[in-house]
């Protein structure tokens, strides 16, 4: 593992796939000018908008999704995370997928979001993921990369269950994935703080690409895109508006953090 320098992109995602694959491009291509080579686009970053409307487009917004990570990871020459995106079970639900491809466009893993959001905020929003939404079957993988560091992916609800991230350590992960479209009512109070508990008790990185603004109707998410240092300090925020955070992730400072605080090794329960 090297020291290198890696983007967290924070989009205002729309109900236009199009539209949304246009900005993601614009805010790859800023990024990779900053010099990242790691790069990781939010939840939802190619299509948000309602549930429905979402299900009776998966397969296009699959198929381009999957064909324009592609293309920028080669493009660019870079190692891309494609936050989350529907690739259709059936007629009625989709999974909601991470994908994370090489800088030749080759997949290295993929991750189906297994903790669905169903949840009535206390703003007057409620919703409910599991409705078109189908939850995958399987632990998030680590993809084991000797330039970048082990990689562990997650997708946006999952930061709560921190039993998940303690399997992507347990496994070895250096950098956390948090791709998320995270409610701007939840995230005010809960979304710092979880990303730093994450990257704390793991003694991890924790790359946060996030979405940010209104998207259609009443739905609005919080932003601040962050990166994460594994003591838990807070590397780069993207703010409230669409952009990028970059910072360096730096293979000494995991070292260091993880021998002053070898957390890690002193677990008595697995």
């Known amino acids: ?32 000018r900053q010099g990242a080579e790691l790069i990781t686009l939010p939840e939802n970053f190619s299509f948000l908008g309602k549930e429905e409307d979402k299900v009776a487009q998966a397969d296009a917004i699959a198929l381009q999704s999957e064909k324009f990570l592609k293309t920028m990871a080669q493009r660019f020459q870079i ?24 800088p030749n ?14 949840v009535n905020v206390p703003d007057g929003n409620t919703y409910q993921e599991s409705s078109t939404v189908m939850p995958g079957d399987q632990l998030p993988p680590v993809c084991h990369s000797e330039t970048l560091g082990n990689l ?42 979880l990303l730093q508990a994450r990257a704390i008790e793991n003694t991890c990185y924790v790359i946060a690409p996030a979405q940010t603004g209104r998207h259609y109707a009443m739905r ?4 601040h895109a962050m990166i994460v240092d ?33 957390s890690l090794e002193h677990r008595v329960f697995i």
């Open 1 to 32: 593992m090297k020291s290198y320098l890696a983007a967290a992109v924070q989009m205002t995602s729309l109900p236009d796939l199009e539209k949304n694959l246009v900005e993601a491009e614009t805010l790859i291509e800023l990024a990779v």
């Open 79 to 102: 190692t891309l995370l494609g936050g989350g995106f529907p690739v259709p079970v059936d007629n009625t639900k989709v999974y909601n997928t991470a994908l994370l491809l090489d």
């Open 105 to 118: 466009g080759v997949e290295l893993v993929r991750y189906q979001k297994v903790h669905l959001f169903d």
């Open 152 to 193: 562990g992916l997650s997708v946006c609800y999952d930061v709560r269950f921190p039993e998940l991230y303690r399997h992507l350590a347990y496994k070895g992960a250096d950098i956390l994935f948090v791709p998320a479209a995270f409610t701007a009512y939840t995230g005010k109070d809960h979304w710092q703080v």
């Open 220 to 223: 609005k998410t919080h932003g």
């Open 230 to 262: 594994p003591w838990g300090v807070i590397l780069a925020d993207a703010g409230d508006q669409p952009g990028v955070a970059i910072a360096e992730i730096n293979p000494t400072r995991l070292e260091q953090v993880r021998r002053q605080m070898p």
